[in-house]
């Protein structure tokens, strides 16, 4: 089975807050996690990624958490907008593994 | 620059039919990986190659082939379509054969009736 999850399938938020998402991965030879955003229609698009040597990785208006000792990572979207709405996938690579692997998505609806 | 790539956008196919699907690297890239995406699903990992080689290969029956050809393009064929064939088909590009960030194309998607 999938080693990468989500914890919620769907998330609700109102334009201008915080998001939220969260990933969890049972896979302890996992130490690269990339967040990946997949509009209708369209191929999955690179947010940001992170190493298992660091907690904390920020991009802009993104900012990527990572817990090893619970093996769970969450992407934060600061200031909500419009255009956030989307699927969003953490993926995994293992060590030693040649292929990427994903979550089941989780889709995030921006309320106007 | 151009992004990865992929012909056709959609495809309909009836089964036990074959079906080849095509795809172009970010220029420089030169590794190629396939995927399958399921409705409502994340995607499942299907081949990597790198410099023409199969590098890794997903769970997928034999009737999934793929190659890869000295402009680092790719082809992905499937045999014998069986209805649950019916998917979007992602093509995705990085530099190099590790674990590097991987970029994707737009998809390709097949009904298989």
């Known amino acids: 089975g999938e080693s990468v999850g989500l914890h919620l399938p769907t998330l609700s938020v109102q334009e201008g807050d915080n998001s939220i998402i969260n990933c969890a991965y049972s896979?302890?030879?996992?130490?690269?996690f990339i967040w990946y955003k997949q509009e209708s229609g369209k191929g999955p698009q690179f947010i940001i990624d992170?190493?298992?040597?660091?907690d904390k990785r920020q991009g802009q208006r993104v900012t990527v958490l990572l817990n090893k000792t619970v093996k769970h990572l969450s992407l934060q979207i600061a200031a909500t907008q419009p255009g956030d709405s989307a699927v969003y996938f953490c993926?995994?690579?293992?060590?030693?593994?040649?292929?990427?692997?994903f979550g089941a998505g989780t889709t995030v609806t921006v309320r106007a | 620059d151009a992004g990865v790539t992929q012909s056709p956008t959609h495809l309909i196919k009836t089964r036990g039919q074959h079906v080849t699907l095509r795809c172009s690297p970010i220029?420089?890239?030169?590794?190629v990986s396939w995927y399958q995406q399921v409705l409502g699903q994340g995607p499942q990992f299907i081949f990597q190659?790198?410099?023409?080689?199969?590098?890794g290969r997903g769970n997928f029956p034999d009737r999934f082939s793929a190659r890869q050809f000295p402009n680092y393009s790719s082809e992905l064929n499937v045999n014998a379509l069986l209805l649950g064939d019916s998917a979007l088909y992602l093509c995705?590009?990085?530099?190099?054969?590790?674990?590097?960030?991987?970029?994707f194309g737009p998809g390709t998607r097949l009904l298989v009736l």
């Open positions: 190659y790198y410099e023409k080689e199969e590098r």
């Open positions: 896979n302890s030879a996992s130490d690269y």
């Open positions: 992170i190493r298992s040597n660091m």
């Open positions: 220029s420089g890239h030169k590794s």
């Open positions: 995705a590009s990085s530099l190099g054969r590790g674990r590097e960030t991987q970029y």
């Open positions: 993926a995994e690579w293992a060590r030693d593994d040649y292929k990427l692997s």
